[in-house]
């Protein structure tokens, strides 16, 4: 958000923090970019408020599976930033998958 836009906001009594955010930029709780996916929270990225957005699923953090990792393989999603390349080609993919999963929904059979 720019900063010009904030005054305007304030005006209207609607904060940076009632809008949809990723979690790197939520102006509530400080974000620790590490340069590559890891497979735990890093200080406290596992943090959230209400409107705090998965990078990777690009997704609300509370309809994320991967938010604090757990799995073997899957890196915690709440360390997603778009500082880095290997999470921006990670929410590509996802993306990705899920336009080919909503167009199987629409046409089963493929006669599309």
């Known amino acids: 958000m720019h900063s010009h836009c904030l005054p305007c906001l304030r005006r209207t009594g609607l904060l940076p923090e009632h809008l949809p955010h990723q979690r790197a930029l939520c102006p509530l709780h400080p974000f620790h ?3 590559r ?22 997704a609300p953090v509370s309809a994320c599976r991967h938010w604090r990792g757990g799995e073997p393989r899957v890196p915690a999603h709440c360390n997603a ?15 990705r998958q899920r336009t080919r999963a909503a167009r199987a929904a629409r046409d089963p059979l493929g006669l599309g």
């Not at 996916?37 to 690009?58: K, M, Q, R």
């Not at 930033?81 to 993306?95: C, F, I």
């Open 33 to 35: 970019a590490a340069e």
């Open 81 to 95: 930033h778009a500082g880095s390349a290997e999470w921006r080609t990670h929410r590509s993919n996802a993306k």
């Open 37 to 58: 996916p890891v497979a735990a929270p890093v200080e406290g990225n596992e943090a959230a408020c209400p409107n705090c957005y998965c990078f990777a699923c690009d």
